[in-house]
């Protein structure tokens, strides 16, 4: 079994950053990979970002690319992400996930944490 917790969320202005963390415990050896998924109000969840455990992939949704920066430490079994220049439209809870290796779904997810930028 694997636990993720996420911190980090807000309320931040619009043009303005935050870091969100998701810290794992567990049985993470299982993890082949990690992602950030968000949802707002009345929409589906959508991957935001993603990335291998080695740190050789990484993806990102078109809408966030070049402010969101994903980002992992093995050490502390930390996958961070780094949004910058944060729109209205980012507004949403945002989950942290891990890839089960053996199914290769999404089989673990945090609580979530909410993200509000203020226009």
């Known amino acids: 079994q694997v636990q993720l917790v996420e911190s980090g969320g807000g309320l931040v202005q619009a043009g303005g950053s935050l870091r969100l963390s998701c810290a794992a415990s567990g049985d993470t050896n299982i993890l082949v990979r990690m992602a950030w998924f968000r949802q707002a109000p009345g929409k589906e969840r959508e991957l935001v970002a993603t990335?291998?455990?080695?740190?050789?992939?990484?993806m990102y949704v078109d809408s966030v690319k070049g402010r969101f920066t994903i980002s992992r430490d093995n050490g502390k079994d930390t996958v961070y992400l780094y949004m910058n220049s944060l729109k209205p439209d980012d507004t949403a809870v945002y989950y942290c996930?891990?890839?089960?290796?053996?199914?290769?779904?999404?089989?673990?997810w945090g609580q979530g944490t909410q993200v509000t930028v203020s226009s």
């Open positions: 996930a891990g890839r089960d290796s053996t199914t290769g779904s999404y089989e673990y």
């Open positions: 990335m291998s455990p080695d740190s050789e992939y990484i």
